[in-house]
């Protein structure tokens, strides 16, 4: 998923910008964000990605990269059902407000998956739908093949910069971390 905003539904930026014209028409600096919808500790990230997101805007992509861990039951179709909000042209707003309940995800599961998007005016009925027809899940499967791949383990799990950070152990420190790399690496761009 690569819905760039954890504040709106705006489209993504486009993956590659030619580096020459002005500084806003250069690439942003990717964060890829490795996280699962069922996690606590992605519910807490979010802080810190409005707050980076308000400090670099365009700058910085953020992107969300499903990392579903077989201890959470419902993470999976959770992912699934990110993507499809993303697809109906809410996926940030989805994803804050399953993370946001967690514990009901945790509870009731799919149905609630489906309620949520109901409740923020999404297509309920095509949430089901693609649910049970599982035509997100090859999307799902790459993030989490690719997140295996490079020694992702757990959740939030951040790369920028070729730099590897592992939320999921401790959020201590790691946006300061986030806004060294991308200052750097803007610096680098200028």
Request: glycine residues 10%; charged residues 30%.
């Amino acid at each position: 998923m690569s819905d760039s905003s954890p504040t709106s539904s705006a489209t993504p930026a486009p993956a590659s910008v030619p580096a020459s014209g002005t500084a806003s028409d250069r690439p942003a600096v990717v964060l890829d964000i490795w996280c699962e919808l069922q996690c606590p500790d992605c519910r807490g990230a979010l802080d810190d990605l409005r707050a980076l997101r308000e400090r670099y805007g365009d700058r910085l992509e953020l992107r969300l990269r499903h990392f579903p861990l077989e201890k959470h039951k419902h993470a999976f179709a959770a992912a699934q059902a990110a993507e499809e909000a993303l697809e109906q042209g809410q996926g940030w707003p989805y994803i804050e407000a399953v993370l946001g309940r967690v514990e009901e995800l945790a509870r009731r599961g799919e149905p609630f998956l489906v309620e949520v998007a109901g409740e923020l005016g999404l297509d309920a009925e095509e949430f089901d739908t693609a649910l049970i027809d599982g035509r997100h899940i090859l999307i799902v499967d790459a993030d989490q093949a690719e997140g295996k791949a490079i020694g992702v383990t757990g959740t939030p799990t951040y790369v920028i910069g070729g730099e590897r950070l592992d939320g999921g152990k401790s959020q201590e420190g790691l946006r300061e971390r986030i806004q060294e790399i991308t200052d750097r690496l803007l610096a680098e761009q200028a």
